[in-house]
Each structure stands twice: as C-alpha cells, then as structure tokens.
C-alpha cells in the first residue's frame, strides 16, 4: 500500500461552485457541473499553485475543429481539436506571423497499466470549457481554456489547461491533471505531456544554457578545478537535430543538467518552450520540415530510463507546468520579455510585492553592527555545533544553537537565546537568514540519535533517504513520504516564528535524488525526485502562510537548485558554488537569460579579488602599472564589487579581512541606484561572455522608470591583453530621447547624446591597465 495523505484540493480551473460552460464534440452545448469535473479538481497536489478562476465562465459553443484563441497582452495562441487530438493551431505576435507548422499536435500521456495489462490511452474528447479569472492580490488576471479528455476503457480522465496571462506578454502556461477513476491502483508512462511543432528559418539555432551549479564552464578554480564547455549552446537547426535540455536537483558540481528552457531563435524573432519543474527535459527534434520541442520527465535517473510512477485508486497526478511562447526581435529581447513575464506572474509575491527586495546580505562577520546598505546578515553551515566529523559539522538535524563563536556574538549584546537575537536584528532594521538543513539528526557521535525530537531515521526510517550527500552528515530527508512533509512545516514553521528568523537558506540536496523508501514515490523510482519536489512546494507554500514574513533562500551546493520550479519559491538562488567573481560574473551572464537577474544571487569572497590576501588572491592579475596614480589593489576590488552588483549581492570574506567602506559603498550603491534596475530594467549582455582575458559587460536599461537612473553599463577589463579602451552599442533606449552619461571612474568623460546616437554608434570607455567601469544613464 503506497503510504499517502488523504487528497488535497489543488487549485485549479474551478472552484467549489463554478458551473462551467463546455460542449460535446458533436457541438451540442452543455452545462458541466462540479460533479462532472470532479477530475480536474482532486489532484493530490498539484506541482505549482495556479490561481482559480473566480469570475463567470464564457460558453463556448464547439464545433469538431473549431479553434480558440487565447490572447495575452501581445501575442495570442490558438487551440482546436481535431480527431481527438488537441492541436496547437497558431502562435506568435496578434497581428504577426505564424511560428507554428500545421497541425502541431500537443502531446498527451501515453501509457497507461491497469489490472497489470499496459496500454496506450485512447483519449476522447469531452469538452473544453474556458473561463476568465479577474486580478487579486498577488495574482494577475488570467483567461483559461480547459480541455477535457477520457478513455472510459481505461478508467482516466484527462485535463489540458491552457492559461494566458492577459496583462502581460509572455508565454502560455500549460498544465495537465491525470486522474485515476478506477477501485484500483495505475501505473503511467506518460513519456512527453506537452509539445509544439514550430517553423525554424533558414539561419534558425537552438540556445540552451547549462545550469553551472559548481562554476562557470571554461573558469579555472584556484585548485585547477576545471569544467569544459561555454556555458551557452547555440546549435544550427538542421534536418538531424536533437537535442534535450535537462535537469536534475543532484547536488554535485555542475552535474544537474541544464537549465530547463531551449530557444528557438532565429536572429528577428523566435520561440521557445521551458519546464516549471526540478527534474526533466525539454527536447528539440527535426520532424517533416519542423522542430518539435516537446517536455517529458525521462531519462533523468540514467539514460534510457523512462518516467513512472503510481496514480492511487480515485486520486489524480499534476504533470508540471510548461511554457510555451514566441517572441519578436532577437535573444536579448526574447529573454527580457520572458524573464519580465516570470518576475510579474509567477515569482514569490514577497519578491514583487515589495520594493526593498531583493537583500543585499553579508555573512554574520560583524555581528549586527554591519554597515549602511546591508540589509540582511546570515548564519551559515554549523551554528549547531562546535565538533567536526569528517569535516563536516555533528549534530545535524538538531537545529539547536551549540557553536561558541555564535554564542559568543550574542553574549557580546547581553543575549542568550536565537529569539532574543531575531528580535533585536528586527529592531535594527535587519532581516535574519539561517542556514538549516533536512538530514537526519546526528549526536556528537556523528551516528543518528532521537535525543532531540521525532525527525530522525531511529525514530522514523521511512523519513529518510539512503543518500548521504557526504561522508559525516545526515541522510538526506524524503519529502516523499508524506508524514514526513507534514512534521517539517509544524516544526519548521515553529522554529522560525519563536525564534523571529525570516529567511531560510537551504542547502545539499533538500530535494532528494534518490531514495531506496516506498513512500508516495518507488523505491529507487525514476519518480523520487518529482514526489520529493511536491513534497518540498508543499513545504515551502505552508511556511510562506504561517510564518510572518517569510522568505526562502534557496542554495544546494551553490545552483544546484536554479530552475525555473525553484524560481517560484525563491526569492534568490545561489547562482554558482564557487564563491570566486569572475565566475559568478560568467555564470551570471549565461543564467540571466532564463533567471530573472532579481533572483541570482552572487555570494562572492572578497578574498579573490583582493591582491592582499595571500594564497587566496585568484585568478592572478598582475598590473605592469607606471607611476600614475593608479592603484591596483582599489581597481580590483572595484571589479570584484560590481560583479556583485549585477544580480543580488551577498558580501563575505573568508578570512574576515572587511573593509567597511567598500561594503557601504556598494551596499549603498545596490539600494539607492542598482536595485531598482535589477528588478524592472531590461538586461542586455553588450559583449562577449567573461573570459578572463577579454572585456565583458552588461547592461540595465529602464527609459520608462520614474528614477532619475534609466540605466547602467557595467564594463569589466580583466587583463591588460584587452585594449585601453572597448565601444559598445547600447540597447534598451529611446531612440529620440537625449541622455546624459555619468562615468562613475572618469567624469571628464561625461557626455550628452541621444538613443539613437547610444545604440547605433555606441559609447566607449577607456580603463587603462586592469579595472572596471560603470556608466549611468540619466536623462
């Protein structure tokens, strides 16, 4: 018997109430009652909350073939279905051109076994209803076209949603509920549950984008720790073509895949498709003159291996969301509107709804008594104990505060216990992030113990994985097992609120692998890493409603966790491992263009870029300087801090050598200027990627934003083989709009000019010997 909770109504298409209008496929009209879509509503959970509909359904009068258009603030998509099979009719700009072959048949679940006997579904059409949900707080207006489908055979039922977005552009957002009406158990094989046939051009080429959870790719580690590869994938499309962006949540270094999106471009306009989720692919294959990019969710554990799991007698299975869309322009613009959409429709609601996010945060090096412009200070890995096993900490699990150099910091303020600490962190204005992991609890003896409550594998065993992510810690948490799910958020939820904590940083793997259990999962099932995600979403959406101001952080070994599922409980990501910024620079180059730049977060060690710290200084720049006034140790630092200041900051020294005044100036800098460009500004990446060698830099550019700051050029020269002085081609302006540039390193260089003047002819900057330079853009 697969240990499950009793069924949780996911929010879907229909509330409580809602009668929705749909039709048989003959045409007649029919009014469908709660009853009768009882199949849509009774997912066990579903992967993502999507808001419900709460305004009246539209009647739709169907006839076999006719099609709906879905429309969202620029482009629309059409749907019909023909023979049984839901086509994908259109897609692209209202009144542009189609990008779409015909009849692109989106994918259903193929495999179903009942009573042991494995059969493909044949699915039916039912009906389609389509409804309107009005703005509420936090959620954006939408327009729903719902698909119903059944092989009464079989016993299943099948929901298709397509939902639009209307005041935003940006991608259609599909899900599907699969729901079980059988007495008994089924197994499906659905293979891939979502696909689009597009129209490549002549010039067309994928871009997929690894992960880099550890480092960038092609970035040398001071240990000589090396990844091959760019980073950035851009493929020709030919008649051969297939590819498969996947991911994983395996918390090793940049061994989880790809980040789960491919584009389409083709220079002038492009298309593409992504997967909400922490485990499967997006896949792009040549067929019959298109390329289909389609999503499924195996060959993830090992290659070859599909996708299974159970669906419970009376129960349904939520297959993730999926995102498909089309865009006008090219990458740079494609991936804006995109990351635009994500940041105002499906980012955590702490995140958008306030304008002091995202944090600027610094490791608890200072205590509370950080400089101007720090917002958040954080207690890493091992406040709870002071022994080390094996080079990790023992008494994991526990989450009680045992390190003496903590408790030596609350002393120092007349305190005794974390909750007086998160008070008067409050107090000062501060927010309070503490590392915690989800492994079994350890005694000083580095062996499990029930000395400190039920959350250890003595106690429950059916909590806990078989995977130990390394040698001296805990076994990893199976948020597969629904008891398991239910202990963490009262014990969580209690930990954070006594204890006056706002932010919980995880960390190594809190999203499990693998798992020998049985839980809702198999053991060693292709299906842990999905239930356990489920589990984690169910986790994380209680501590966001019951703790007060919550925010999750989420690290995994560094990026291990940045995907686009995580994206939507996350206010940051940890963008790499490496804690080195040229790395972080390079990593953040490739990942901004899927992760909205508000949430890569950039913990870098000063150490790296401060030619004074010993051993530590990496890479190893040198500066044959003559003797005019330069500084070398200043210009590094200065690039090492505006590395941080391209995405969400995190300042640390690992040997503790602080300099206040860079921290403040930066801090400040991030929350006065920098901030506001991050979260609503347009990134374009204005030249190559970071190579160590060659000049690299970015752009923010926000013409419409009320600040006097419309944008900002960030230009980095991390060698003296690149020239004195580089020109880059602006992006983002208005074109009839006169600007003035500030040259923060070099005001004899400021100067007036218009957009036009910006983007066609460029600006140039010149930094001698090795530095940086930022250019403000005012009007």
């Avoid at 482009?75 to 692209?92: P, Q």
């Avoid at 692109?104 to 579904?121: R, Y």
């Avoid at 060959?299 to 498909?324: D, H, L």
């Avoid at 051993?615 to 630092?637: E, L």
């Amino acid at each position: 018997m697969r240990r499950r909770k009793k069924p949780i109504l996911a929010l879907l298409l229909t509330t409580a109430t809602l009668i929705t209008a749909c039709s048989s496929p003959k045409g007649e009209t029919t009014m469908t009652t709660p009853e009768s879509t009882a199949s849509s509503t009774s997912a066990s959970t579903a992967p993502t909350t999507t808001p419900p509909a709460t305004s009246e359904p539209i009647e739709v009068p169907y006839a076999d073939g006719s099609e709906i258009t879905l429309t969202n603030k620029r482009d629309a998509i059409g749907l019909a279905v023909r023979g049984n099979e839901l086509i994908i009719t259109s897609l692209g700009a209202k009144q542009g051109e189609n990008r779409i072959v015909e009849n692109s048949v989106f994918a259903l679940p193929q495999t179903a076994t009942v009573d042991g006997v494995a059969t493909e579904p044949e699915w039916s059409f039912v009906g389609v209803a389509r409804m309107r949900a009005a703005a509420m707080i936090g959620m954006p207006s939408t327009e729903i076209a719902d698909y119903q489908f059944k092989d009464e055979a079989l016993g299943l039922s099948l929901s298709v949603s397509c939902r639009a977005y209307l005041d935003h552009a940006g991608p259609f957002e599909f899900q599907t509920v699969l729901t079980n009406k059988n007495d008994t158990d089924v197994r499906i094989d659905p293979a891939e549950f979502a696909s689009v046939t597009l129209v490549p051009g002549n010039t067309a080429e994928l871009v997929m984008i690894k992960k880099e959870s550890g480092m960038a790719e092609g970035y040398t580690h001071h240990d000589g720790q090396r990844f091959r590869g760019s980073g950035i994938y851009r493929i020709p499309v030919t008649d051969q073509t297939d590819e498969a962006a996947w991911v994983s949540t395996s918390q090793n270094f940049n061994s989880s895949g790809y980040l789960p999106m491919i584009y389409l471009d083709m220079a002038t306009h492009g298309a593409y498709a992504a997967l909400e989720w922490s485990a499967g692919r997006v896949t792009a294959c040549s067929i019959d003159g298109g390329l289909r990019l389609a999503v499924d969710m195996d060959n993830i554990v090992s290659r070859g291996r599909k996708f299974t799991t159970i669906v419970p007698a009376g129960e349904s299975f939520t297959f993730p969301n999926v995102y498909i869309g089309a865009y006008e322009g090219d990458l740079e613009s494609g991936s804006n509107e995109f990351k635009a959409w994500f940041f105002a429709c499906k980012a955590p609601k702490t995140l958008r709804a306030s304008e002091t996010e995202p944090q600027t945060q610094m490791d608890m090096q200072l205590g509370l008594d950080v400089p101007a412009g720090i917002e958040a200070i954080k207690w890493d890995y091992g406040w709870w104990s002071n022994d080390a096993l094996e080079g990790w900490k023992s008494l994991e699990g526990s989450w009680q505060l045992r390190n003496t150099d903590y408790l030596g910091v609350l002393g120092g303020y007349g305190l005794g216990t974390m909750a007086e600490f998160g008070e008067l962190a409050a107090e000062k204005g501060l927010s309070w992030t503490v590392y915690l992991l989800l492994h079994d609890t350890l005694g000083a003896d580095g062996n499990p113990t029930d000395e400190f409550g039920p959350f250890n594998s003595l106690t429950n065993p059916d909590w806990f994985s078989d995977r130990r992510v390394a040698d001296g810690m805990g076994l990893s948490a199976d948020l597969g097992n629904a008891e398991c799910v239910e202990y963490l958020k009262g014990a969580l939820a209690a930990f954070f609120t006594e204890n006056n904590v706002t932010t919980w940083r995880s960390d190594f793997e809190p999203i499990c692998m693998s798992s020998s259990r049985e839980n809702r999962h198999d053991p060693m099932g292709s299906d842990v890493m999905y239930w356990c995600t489920v589990g984690f979403s169910e986790l994380v959406d209680h501590l966001y409603a019951a703790v007060p101001g919550f925010r999750y952080e989420s690290c995994s070994s560094g990026g291990s966790m940045k995907d686009l599922f995580t994206a939507t409980k996350a206010v940051v990501i940890n963008c790499d491992d490496a804690a080195n910024y040229l790395s972080m620079r390079t990593t953040f180059y490739d990942s901004s263009y899927v992760i909205h730049p508000a949430q890569l977060q950039l913990p870098c060690n000063s150490d790296n870029f401060n030619p004074s710290a010993n051993g530590i200084f990496h890479p190893k720049i040198s500066a044959d300087a003559a003797d005019d006034g330069y500084d070398f140790t200043d210009a590094m630092m200065d690039m090492g801090y505006r590395t941080l200041m391209l995405g969400v900051p995190m300042f640390s020294s690992w040997t503790g050598t602080i300099d206040r005044a860079y921290y403040e100036e930066y801090g400040m800098m991030y929350t006065q200027k920098i901030r506001p460009l991050v979260r609503d500004g347009e990134l374009y990446h204005i030249l190559p990627r970071p190579d160590g060698v060659h000049w690299d830099g970015v752009m923010y550019a926000d013409p419409d934003s009320e600040n006097a700051i419309k944008g900002a050029v960030f230009l980095f020269k991390p060698s003296e083989e690149a020239g004195d002085s580089v020109t880059v081609q602006l992006r983002g302006l208005e074109r009839n709009t006169t600007y003035h540039l500030i040259f923060e390193d070099h005001p004899e260089a400021n100067y007036s000019a218009t957009g036009a003047e910006l983007m066609d002819g460029g600006v140039t900057a010149t930094v001698k010997y090795v530095g940086s330079e930022i250019i403000w853009i005012t009007e």
